[in-house]
């Protein structure tokens, strides 16, 4: 079974605050991404990464990076948090294998900027 | 610019009913598409998928069906469950091993 595992599930920070967000999956997979979830937008990408230390920009990555320096390990920054970074972050792994389409989630951090 | 859009956000049934659940999409070189569930505090999980060279996949309840002339797709749960009751996202990808696009979810409630 494939785990995707999140370091908080709830986050309360104040604006300005450098925000660290975790992701450690266990089954050695090549690819890795950061969304985020709000209401009426569905699943956004963040950024993703198909190798360690590569890191590709997603759809809104303004505000954010990334890095990954283990196989295993994703980490999202938010160098500099902000009210409108309120939102449920979810991680994600896929393996390498080209005919591999399925995203295995984590179960969210729920971050709240203040 | 949405790509892939889930234009219904709530959807009801009752149980032992048909649930269907619609998506449509913008971008005509997808080739894969994905239906994932979520529960409420948890991460989505795989629910189907299908090819752009199918036009229907099963698997127990969950049927999805491809119309790539119109570029619709669609979920069917049969019957519907209490735990069925969840948000369902639609996703679709470009090529093999790329992004997912997602669509805005369609909150599920099936009712006894």
Known sequence: DVKVTQ????????TGEKVFLECVQDMDHENMFWYRQDPGLGLRLIYFSYDVKMK?????PEGYS?????????????ESASTNQTSMYLCASRAGDPSSYEQYFGPGTRLTVT | DQQVKQNSPSLSVQEGRISILNCDYTNSMFDYFLWYKKYPAEGPTFLISISSIKDKNEDGRFTVFLNKSAKHLSLHIVPSQPGDSAVYFCAASEDQGGKLIFGQGTELSVKP
Not at chain 1, 7 to 14: C, D, I, N, Q, T
Not at chain 1, 56 to 60: A, F, L, N, P, T
């Open chain 1, 66 to 78: 990334v890095s990954r320096e283990k196989k295993e390990r994703f980490s999202l920054i938010l």
């Open chain 1, 7 to 14: 370091s908080s599930r709830y986050l309360v920070k104040r």
């Open chain 1, 56 to 60: 590709e920009k997603g759809d809104i």
